[in-house]
C-alpha cells in the first residue's frame, strides 16, 4: 500500500511525498529521530508531492540529488506568488500547479490537493477503490474544512501527532500541555469527519536538537501517550518506522523503536556567535528595504527590546525609528542568540524559522511588542506590503499561534 521512508516522508503508488532524509534543520533546530540513507535515484515514483515550503517537507538539498529532475513532476498547491513552483522549474523538474479541492488524474488514481495558501493536505482515491488522506502538518481551522470534501470512512489517514514549534519557557510544563492540547483538538477533528480505518501518526518523528532548545524534549509527548490517545478515540493506530512497507498483518514494534530512538537523543548543535557591528549593518540594510518597499508613514508599534545572552546585552529594536541599540535596562520581551536575531533579521522568513526552531524564550507578557516589529518582514515575504495590499492591523496586534498559545493561560 505505502512504503514509509521518514518523518511525512512516504511512496504511494508511483508519487513520493515530501521527502526529507537526513541534516539538520530551523537554523539547526531539529534534526530526524532516526537518520536514514536512501538513494533517490534508486526509487520508483514518477510524481514528488510537497505540501509546503518548510524544510522538513521541501527540502531543496534533498531534492538537488535527483538526477534527472525533467522527468520528475513536482505537484504543488497555487500560490500568490508562485514561488515554489517557479524554484523547482528552474531546477528542471516538470510540475503540476493545483487548482484548490480539484481532482487531477494520476496513473493509478486521482488527487484533489486543499490548500490555506500556505500549508496544503491531499485526499488520494486509489483505482483499486482506497482513500488516502495525508492531512500531514495542515493548520486546520475547524471540521467544516473538511466536512465540505464529503469523504468519510478513509483507509489511511496520515497526520502529524505532535507539536512542531517553540511551545514554552524552560521550566515551564504547561505550555507544552497546551500546545499538545491544541494537537489533540486538530486530530479528534480529523477522526470525527474522515472516520479513519487506520491512522498513521506521522511528521513528528524529530527532536529539538540545539542546546538552546534541547529542554523541550522533555515535555513532547511519548509515542505511548499517542497510543492511548488513539485508542481513547477507538482510532487504530499503525506507527510506521523507517522503510517499512505496510501490509495489513503487520505487527507492531515500532512503538518500542521510536522509545529507544528518543533516549538515544542529545544536542547537537551550539549557538554560533555574530559579530554586533555585523548584525546591525545587516539591520540597517533590512529597514532600507522596509522603507523602500513600504508605507512607514502608517505603521505604528512600540520598539520592541531583545537579550542576546551571548552579547551579554539586551538591544533596543525599532523598524520605524531604524533603531538598533544596546540599552542598559534589563526588562526586554524576548530573549535569543545573536545568530538567531542576525538570521531573522537577514531572511523575511527567518522569523518563523526562529519560532518553529524553538531557540527562543519569550516574555509572555511582552511578546507581542516582539511580533509587533516583527510581522512587516515576514509579510514582505509573501508579497504583502504596508500601504499596497497589507493594512496596519494584519501586523500589528495580530493573533497567530503563540499569541493563542501564550494568550489564555
Ligand atoms: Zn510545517
Given at each position: ?12 503508488d ?18 530526524l ?45 497555487k ?7 517557479e ?5 528542471g ?7 484548490n ?62 507539536y ?8 515551564d ?6 500546545a ?5 483538538d ?15 501518526p ?41 522503510d ?29 556567535v ?7 549593518v ?12 513600504n508605507?512607514?508613514s502608517?505603521?505604528?508599534?512600540e ?9 551579554g ?38 522569523r ?5 526552531s524553538?531557540r ?29 495590499n ?10 497567530n499561534?503563540y ?7
Open positions: 500500500m505505502f512504503r514509509f521512508l521518514n518523518h511525512s516522508s512516504f511512496i504511494m508511483s508519487i513520493l511525498v515530501d521527502p526529507w532524509f537526513k541534516d539538520s534543520i530551523f537554523l539547526n533546530g531539529w534534526n529521530l532516526k537518520e536514514f540513507e536512501y538513494d533517490i535515484n534508486s526509487m520508483y515514483y514518477e510524481y514528488i508531492w510537497i505540501s509546503h515550503e518548510h524544510p522538513d517537507h521541501f527540502h531543496i538539498p534533498t531534492l538537488k540529488q535527483i538526477k534527472h529532475p525533467n522527468l520528475k513532476t513536482i505537484i504543488f498547491h500560490t500568490l506568488d508562485s514561488k515554489v513552483i524554484f523547482v522549474k528552474k531546477m523538474f516538470k510540475t503540476i500547479e493545483c487548482e479541492n480539484q481532482w487531477y488524474d494520476l496513473p493509478f488514481g486521482k488527487m484533489m490537493v486543499h490548500s490555506n495558501g500556505f500549508d496544503s493536505m491531499f485526499i488520494y482515491k486509489t483505482k483499486s477503490g482506497k482513500t488516502i488522506v495525508n492531512m500531514n502538518d495542515y493548520q486546520l481551522k475547524d471540521a467544516e474544512e473538511l466536512e465540505q470534501f464529503g469523504i468519510t470512512d478513509v483507509d489511511y489517514l496520515f497526520s502529524q501527532f505532535s512542531a514549534n517553540w511551545a514554552g519557557n524552560k521550566e510544563a504547561m505550555m507544552p500541555k497546551k499538545q492540547r491544541i494537537i489533540y486538530r486530530l479528534s477533528i480529523q477522526f470525527k469527519v474522515f472516520k479513519p480505518k487506520n491512522w498513521i506521522c511528521a513528528s518523528f524529530v527532536y529539538f536538537s540545539h542546546e538552546d532548545n534541547f529542554y523541550m524534549n522533555q515535555y513532547t509527548p511519548t509515542i505511548s501517550d499517542i497510543k492511548r490517545f488513539a485508542d481513547s478515540k477507538n482510532v487504530n493506530c499503525i506507527f510506521p518506522t523507517p517499512m512497507v505496510h501490509n495489513e498483518r503487520m505487527g507492531d514494534n515500532a512503538i518500542q523503536y521510536w522509545t529507544t530512538m528518543k533516549k538515544m537523543i542529545s544536542p547537537k548543535h551550539k549557538n554560533n555574530q559579530p554586533l557591528e555585523e548584525v546591525k545587516s539591520f540597517l540594510k533590512m529597514c532600507d528595504e522596509i522603507h523602500d518597499k508605507d512607514m502608517l505603521f505604528d508599534a520598539e520592541t527590546y531583545i537579550s542576546v545572552p551571548d552579547w546585552n539586551v538591544i533596543k529594536y525599532d523598524i520605524k525609528n531604524i533603531t538598533f541599540e544596546i540599552v542598559s535596562q534589563l526588562e526586554n520581551d524576548i530573549e535569543m542568540s545573536s545568530e538567531c536575531l542576525h538570521f531573522l533579521i537577514k531572511n523575511k522568513w527567518g518563523g524559522t526562529v519560532l518553529i524553538g527562543c524564550q519569550i516574555n509572555y507578557e511582552k511578546a507581542n511588542n516582539f511580533f509587533n516589529q516583527t510581522n512587516l518582514w515576514y509579510n514582505n515575504n509573501i508579497g504583502k506590503y504596508l500601504g499596497k497589507l493594512v496596519l492591523n494584519e501586523v500589528v496586534n495580530q493573533d499561534f499569541q493563542r498559545l501564550i494568550g489564555d493561560l
